[in-house]
């Protein structure tokens, strides 16, 4: 009977040490890293967008894993490279949805998410933060898609103000030959014909492209009074030159997916008097409480990331989708953070104005102009 009982007890103890292991487990697999998909260009002409977007956001997400606590959960950005490329980024998402990451993060590019699109909407995965302002991407309204960035038609409103306030009327439009350069296009068409005026003439430039010569001569020969850019930075910069060499005089406005830094690092002396619309708050200057945060956190991280205008919106995307993913509970699921996210309202982040609930996933609507100075700076 002893024996018997030795070994009721044996068993008892096994199975409170199996049920705390079990426990343990559990918590261990309830504590594990949420992980986001990223797919963007990290080679190729377009690679710096993908590098420096990716460079802001692992700055945030670090600081918030460093101080992970209870309730807490931390964040891992997982990337895969599809150089722009569409079918390289559908690929991409679709080894993500495999994977069953939590949410997709900060995709770059308009056809590459547009690809991307059908895929995410089929799984039902959130969609934060694309690098883009095409107006495919926000209406009509995805439930699944939040964006921190003003849209291309935000943009080229502004830009057009500023021409038709400079009092100029003649407006040639230089875009890339795919989603995101019709995107511009129809922005610009829309944007000057609020002022009755439509573009003066227009060329092409292929994705991940720099062969610039035709649109050089289409454009520079209708003698536009500006010509406004919806292209990479690497075409661009070729356009740019290109253009000067061939005679033009007029001035240069860009969306801001051009790139700025990557745009003055491929001009350098060239880039002066370049204008280019910008949906983030400056990263140089200190007086603002968002570039003052975003400098210090350069500093803590080692200064391994550099200070520019698209490593501060990963930053951004990074800061307000951990707000949403703090409001969404210790044990977020992709429900609640949609929840979440949609009960935002309008908050300030570090002093930048963020809004969205369960008719608006747009975040913002900022737009300032900055212009390249020839020197290795942007004035605002």
Same mark, same amino acid.
């Given at each position: 009977?002893?024996?018997?009982a030795l070994g009721r007890r044996r068993f008892s103890i096994g199975l409170g040490a199996a049920a705390l292991g079990g426990? #343990?487990?559990?918590?261990?697999?309830?504590?594990?890293?949420?992980?986001?998909?990223? @797919?963007?260009?990290? @080679? $190729?002409?377009?690679?710096?967008?993908?590098?420096?977007?990716?460079?802001?956001?692992?700055?945030?997400?670090?600081?918030?894993?460093?101080?992970?606590? @209870?309730?807490?959960?931390?964040?891992?950005? =997982?990337?895969?490279?599809?150089?722009?490329?569409?079918?390289?980024?559908?690929?991409?998402?679709?080894?993500?949805?495999?994977?069953?990451?939590?949410?997709?993060?900060?995709?770059?590019?308009?056809?590459? %998410?547009?690809?991307?699109?059908?895929?995410?909407?089929?799984?039902?995965?959130?969609?934060?933060?694309?690098?883009?302002?095409?107006?495919?991407?926000?209406?009509?309204?995805?439930?699944?898609?939040?964006?921190?960035?003003?849209?291309?038609?935000?943009?080229?409103?502004?830009?057009?103000?500023?021409?038709?306030?400079?009092?100029?009327?003649?407006?040639?439009?230089?875009?890339?030959?795919?989603?995101?350069?019709?995107?511009?296009?129809?922005?610009?068409?829309?944007?000057? $014909?609020?002022?009755?005026?439509?573009?003066?003439?227009?060329?092409?430039?292929?994705?991940?492209?720099?062969?610039?010569?035709?649109?050089? =001569?289409?454009?520079?020969?209708?003698?536009?009074?500006?010509?406004?850019?919806?292209?990479? /930075?690497?075409?661009?910069?070729?356009?740019?030159?290109?253009?000067?060499?061939?005679? /033009?005089?007029?001035?240069?406005?860009?969306?801001?997916? &051009?790139?700025?830094?990557?745009?003055?690092?491929?001009?350098?002396?060239?880039?002066?008097?370049? &204008? &280019? *619309?910008?949906?983030?708050?400056?990263?140089?200057? *200190?007086? =603002?409480?968002?570039?003052?945060?975003?400098?210090?956190?350069?500093?803590?991280?080692?200064?391994?990331?550099?200070?520019?205008?698209?490593?501060?919106? #990963?930053?951004?995307?990074?800061?307000?989708?951990?707000?949403?993913?703090?409001?969404?509970?210790?044990?977020?699921?992709?429900?609640?953070?949609? *929840?979440?996210?949609?009960?935002? $309202?309008?908050?300030?982040?570090?002093?930048?104005?963020?809004?969205? #609930?369960?008719?608006?996933?747009?975040? %913002?609507?900022?737009?300032?102009?900055?212009?390249?100075?020839?020197?290795?700076?942007?004035?605002?």
């Open positions: 009977m002893k024996h018997l426990f #343990g487990l559990a918590r261990a697999q309830s504590e594990a890293p949420l992980v986001l998909g990223q @797919s963007a260009p990290f @080679s $190729g002409p377009a690679a710096q967008l993908g590098v420096q977007l990716h460079q802001g956001a692992q700055l945030h997400f670090e600081q918030w894993n460093a101080q992970a606590g @209870s309730g807490r959960r931390t964040v891992e950005l =997982r990337t895969l490279d599809d150089g722009y490329e569409p079918d390289r980024c559908a690929a991409n998402t679709r080894k993500f949805i495999t994977d069953d990451v939590f949410a997709l993060f900060g995709y770059v590019g308009t056809p590459t %998410s547009v690809a991307a699109m059908p895929l995410l909407t089929q799984a039902k995965l959130p969609f934060f933060a694309p690098f883009t302002g095409a107006e495919a991407l926000r209406q009509p309204l995805n439930k699944l898609v939040f964006h921190v960035r003003a849209s291309y038609n935000d943009e080229t409103a502004a830009i057009v103000n500023k021409l038709t306030h400079l009092g100029l009327s003649k407006i040639g439009v230089f875009y890339q030959n795919d989603a995101y350069g019709k995107a511009g296009l129809d922005g610009m068409t829309l944007a000057l $014909g609020t002022h009755k005026l439509a573009p003066v003439a227009q060329a092409t430039v292929e994705r991940n492209s720099v062969d610039v010569a035709a649109a050089v =001569r289409t454009l520079v020969a209708a003698r536009p009074e500006a010509i406004v850019q919806v292209s990479t /930075y690497a075409a661009s910069a070729a356009f740019v030159r290109a253009a000067r060499k061939a005679g /033009y005089g007029g001035t240069f406005y860009n969306l801001s997916f &051009v790139g700025t830094q990557a745009l003055m690092d491929e001009l350098k002396a060239d880039g002066a008097g370049v &204008v &280019v *619309s910008q949906v983030m708050p400056s990263p140089y200057q *200190s007086a =603002r409480q968002l570039t003052r945060e975003f400098q210090e956190a350069i500093k803590k991280g080692g200064n391994k990331v550099q200070s520019n205008y698209s490593s501060l919106e #990963g930053y951004v995307a990074a800061r307000v989708f951990t707000e949403g993913l703090r409001q969404a509970g210790a044990r977020p699921t992709r429900e609640s953070l949609i *929840s979440a996210l949609e009960g935002f $309202g309008t908050q300030q982040i570090a002093g930048f104005q963020v809004a969205f #609930g369960p008719g608006n996933h747009m975040g %913002s609507r900022f737009v300032e102009m900055s212009m390249l100075t020839g020197d290795g700076r942007v004035r605002v």
